[in-house]
C-alpha cells in the first residue's frame, strides 16, 4: 500500500453500513473499514429509507456522517423521457428517482473537499443527476446489464426474454461509458471484469465474508435440515426458492422422508412464504450462526441475478456444506466436490442435498477445504489489499 495515509474520503453509498444485514450492506461496511485505513471517512447515503437511530449511532462510532441525502419517485412519463431513457446513454434518471436537489447540491459543493471519491454501485451516481466524477473509484457490485442476460438466456416466457435482450443491449450501450465518468472501476469478479471488456483501471474486489472470531462449530440435527438464507422477496431468491420447492423437495423428501427445510431471511416469513410440507419459516433473524450450524446443507438455487452471491462466502465462513447453481457460485473460483457440489438440474440438485445428508463424514471434509479457500480468499482482511489498490489507482489516474 503506497498511498498516504492523510486521505480525505468520501464514501456514496446506497445504504447505511450498520442496518439489516444483506449482501449490499456487509460490502459497503467492509469497503469503508478498508478505507479508513487511508484516512477519515465520510459516509453519504443516498436512500429513500429512513434510517433508525440505531443504524445512526452504530455508523457515527466509525465514520464521519454526511447529512443523508433523500431520494424522490421521478418516474419517466410520456414519449419523449422514454426516448431519452432508450436512446440517449447520457440521461442519467435511469431508475425512475433522483436525489432530492437541496441535498444533492450540498453534497456536490462539497466535492473538492476530498481526496477519494468511492461510490457505491452504479445506481448512485445516477441518482445524484452527475455525470463526471473527480477522483472517484465506481464499485459496480451488480453490472446492470449481467441481470437481464441472465433473464434473457433462462426465461421462462419468450416476451420475457425478449424484452430481458432488448434492455440488455441498451444497458450495455450506457456501460461503455462507465470509464469516461469515473477514473477507477470495480467489480465483483473477472468473469465482470472481461464482461465489461475495461481491464485497464478495473480492479477485481470479490464479495467477501467477515472471518469468525472463533472456529466455526458444526451441529447437524435429526431429522436433518436444509437450509437457505437471503432476502426472500429479491426475485432472483425467490424465484429459484419456488423451483427447488416444485422441482427439488419433493425428491429430497422421497428419500430422506423427515427432512426439514429451514427458510432464513427478511420476507420468508410474510406474504409470499411456502405453502410445502416441512418447511420452517424463520424470518430475519439477526444472527444466524447458531441456525445455520445445525444445517447438513445449505442451498444456492438461484438461476437469475447480477454479481455475486454473498451466500457463498457465508456458507464457507461458517463450514457449512453447499450445494448451488452453477450460476449461484458464479464469480467465485471453486470446484464441484472441491468446495462445493453444483448442480442445475432438478434431480441433481437433489442428489447432492440427499448426498450432503447422508454422508456427513464426505460433506464435512468438502466443507473444511471450502473454510480453507476462505479463509485464503475471501474475508475481508484478504480482500482489503484489493481496496487500496484501487484508491492507489485513482489517485493516480487524477
Not at 461496511?29 to 459516509?43: C, E, F, M, N, Y
Amino acid at each position: 500500500m503506497v498511498v498516504k495515509s492523510s486521505l480525505r474520503i468520501l464514501y456514496v453509498t446506497a445504504c447505511w453500513p450498520h442496518g439489516r444485514t444483506f449482501g449490499g450492506q456487509l460490502r459497503t461496511l467492509h469497503i469503508g473499514r478498508a478505507l479508513r485505513k487511508l484516512g477519515p471517512v465520510t459516509i453519504a447515503v443516498v436512500s429513500s429509507d429512513e434510517p433508525t437511530p440505531d443504524n445512526i449511532e452504530r455508523t457515527a462510532e466509525e465514520f464521519t456522517i454526511e447529512s443523508p441525502i433523500r431520494v424522490n419517485v421521478c418516474r419517466n412519463r410520456g414519449i419523449g423521457q422514454r426516448f431519452q431513457w432508450a436512446f440517449n446513454p447520457r440521461f442519467l434518471n435511469v431508475h425512475g428517482c433522483l436525489a432530492e436537489d437541496r441535498d444533492r447540491d450540498r453534497l456536490l459543493k462539497r466535492l473538492d473537499q476530498f481526496d477519494l471519491i468511492w461510490l457505491s454501485n452504479s445506481r448512485t451516481p445516477n441518482i445524484l443527476n452527475q455525470w463526471h466524477w473527480p477522483r472517484s473509484i465506481l464499485d459496480i457490485d451488480d453490472v446492470p446489464s449481467t441481470f437481464q442476460r441472465t433473464v434473457w438466456r433462462n426465461g421462462a416466457r419468450f416476451g420475457e426474454k425478449l424484452k430481458a435482450g432488448i434492455t440488455m443491449l441498451l444497458l450495455k450501450r450506457r456501460e461503455r461509458f462507465f470509464g469516461s465518468r469515473f477514473n477507477v472501476l470495480s467489480v465483483c469478479s473477472e468473469a465482470d471484469r472481461d464482461y465489461l471488456g475495461s481491464r485497464e483501471r478495473c480492479h477485481v474486489i470479490p464479495n467477501g465474508f467477515e472471518r469468525p472470531t472463533h472456529e466455526p462449530f458444526r451441529n447437524c440435527v435429526s431429522p436433518p435440515r436444509i437450509g437457505f438464507i437471503g432476502l426472500y422477496s429479491y426475485l432472483p431468491n425467490l424465484g429459484g426458492m419456488r423451483w427447488f420447492l416444485r422441482e427439488c423437495w419433493p425428491l429430497v423428501k422421497q428419500q430422506i422422508p423427515d427432512a426439514r427445510l429451514r427458510l432464513v431471511g427478511k420476507d420468508t416469513n410474510g406474504s409470499l412464504q411456502p405453502t410445502a410440507p416441512d418447511v420452517d419459516t424463520l424470518g430475519y433473524v439477526a444472527e444466524a450462526r447458531d441456525e445455520i450450524a445445525t444445517w447438513s446443507a445449505m442451498i444456492v438455487p438461484v438461476f437469475h441475478g447480477a454479481g455475486t452471491r454473498v451466500k457463498i462466502a457465508d456458507a464457507f465462513s461458517r463450514k457449512c456444506p453447499v450445494v448451488s447453481t452453477r450460476f449461484g457460485a458464479f464469480g467465485y473460483a471453486v470446484e464441484s466436490q472441491r468446495e462445493l457440489l453444483l448442480a442445475d438440474s432438478p434431480a441433481a440438485f437433489a442428489a447432492a442435498c440427499v448426498a450432503l445428508i447422508r454422508d456427513r463424514e464426505a460433506a464435512a471434509a468438502m466443507a473444511e477445504r471450502a473454510y480453507a479457500t476462505f479463509l485464503r480468499n475471501w474475508t475481508w482482511d484478504a480482500i482489503a489489499p484489493r481496496i487500496w489498490n484501487a484508491a492507489e489507482d485513482a489517485l493516480k489516474a487524477v
